[in-house]
């Protein structure tokens, strides 16, 4: 039913940038939150940023500063602006949504496919 659709990934070099997207589509009441987590081989996958409904911000201590959550609530779309990339920020990025499906359900958690970022030199 909701389905989160990621794009904007790929290979960049160290200090260039990236936008990430992730749209979601099907039926639901509201989106309570929204984010990113990602995950290097063998590592677990830890939280990036989050966007609540309130447009309150949180991010990750090492990319504070560089990254920039936002979203687009006429489109569903959320975005992950990416500047001033680093190797260690190699990883899959997946993009989350907390929706809550009718006004007396609770909130589930969906994930997007996962997209690959790899940061180079």
């Known amino acids: 039913q909701v389905q989160l659709v990621q794009s904007g990934g790929g290979l960049v070099q160290a200090g260039g940038s990236l936008r990430l997207s992730c749209v979601l589509s099907g039926s639901f009441f509201r989106i309570n939150a929204m984010g990113w987590y990602r995950q290097a081989p063998g590592k677990q996958r830890d939280m990036v940023a989050n966007i609540n409904t309130g447009g309150s911000t949180n991010y990750v201590d090492s990319v504070k500063d560089r990254f920039a959550i936002s979203r687009d609530n006429a489109k569903n779309t959320m975005y992950l602006q990416m500047n001033s990339l680093k190797s260690e920020d190699t990883a899959v990025y997946y993009c989350?949504?907390?929706?809550?499906?009718?006004?007396?359900?609770?909130?589930?958690?969906?994930w997007g496919q996962g997209t690959q970022v790899t940061v180079s030199s």
């Open positions: 989350y949504a907390n929706v809550q499906k009718s006004e007396l359900s609770y909130s589930i958690k969906y």
